[in-house]
């Protein structure tokens, strides 16, 4: 059953700290996305590649955010310094474009990241 | 620019009751796709069902149905006989493809709660 893979679940740090969010698209996928959940904004998007290049960081805070792709099975968001408004659920999610056809993005289970 | 607008923000049955998730959609683009994700109290986000612009069919899976109209860029979601494990709370998402970020823009959601 092919899924979407993220870590951790759950993260619980102090603010200045470095995190890392980690996920697996899909195999053969060639679209991977990030987006925030938060109460008072809901679902946003930080940043999503192509073919392992980035496409649109238009959502991400430049200064302490940063997206990359080691390879076509890892995919990595990277908050430094963390601060406490940064707390909210991270998705990460993964789709097939081939073409002009985009398939539909299958998401991951999110890591719920706590800042204090 | 895209916009998603859901405008119930909670909405409370009782089981085997009908229920209808409103859906309207803003969007420049002539080719654009619409979906449904799911989400549920553990949280993850899933897919139910994508849509292109081009086809105005309405979809029916098992208890679900999908009525799309162009005409009122409206994209609703029925659950016939609603049941207690519908309780969730569900997005309605736009993507276009020509132009600008293939981006999923989600609506706020509708949180559905489903009573015994």
């Known amino acids: 059953d092919a899924r979407v893979t993220q870590t951790p679940r759950h993260k619980v740090t102090e603010m200045g700290q470095e995190v890392t969010m980690r996920c697996q698209p899909i195999?053969?996928?060639?679209?991977v996305f990030w987006y925030r959940q938060t109460m008072m904004q809901g679902l946003e998007l930080l940043a999503y590649?192509?073919?392992?290049?980035?496409?649109?960081d238009s959502g991400m805070p430049k200064d302490r955010f940063s997206a990359e792709m080691p390879d076509a099975t890892l995919a990595t968001l990277k908050i430094q310094p963390s601060e406490p408004r940064d707390s909210a659920v991270y998705f990460c999610a993964s789709g097939l474009r081939q073409g002009s056809l985009n398939t539909e993005a299958f998401f991951g289970q999110g890591t719920r990241l706590t800042v204090v | 620019a895209q916009k998603v607008t859901q405008a119930q923000t909670e909405i409370s049955v009782v089981e085997k009751e009908d229920v209808t998730l409103d859906c309207v959609y803003e969007?420049?683009?002539?080719?654009?796709?619409l979906f449904w994700y799911k989400q549920p109290p553990s949280g993850e986000l899933v897919f139910l069902i994508r849509r292109n612009s081009f086809d105005e069919q309405n979809e029916i899976s098992g208890r679900y149905s999908w009525n799309f109209q162009k005409s009122t860029s409206s994209f609703n979601f029925t659950i016939t006989a609603s049941q207690v494990v519908d309780s969730a709370v569900y997005f309605c998402?736009?993507?276009?493809?020509?132009?600008?970020?293939?981006?999923?823009?989600f609506g706020k959601g509708t949180k559905l709660t489903v009573n015994p």
């Open positions: 969007t420049r683009d002539t080719t654009y796709y």
């Open positions: 590649f192509r073919n392992r290049a980035p496409l649109d």
């Open positions: 195999l053969g996928h060639n679209t």
């Open positions: 998402a736009l993507s276009a493809t020509q132009g600008g970020s293939e981006k999923l823009v």
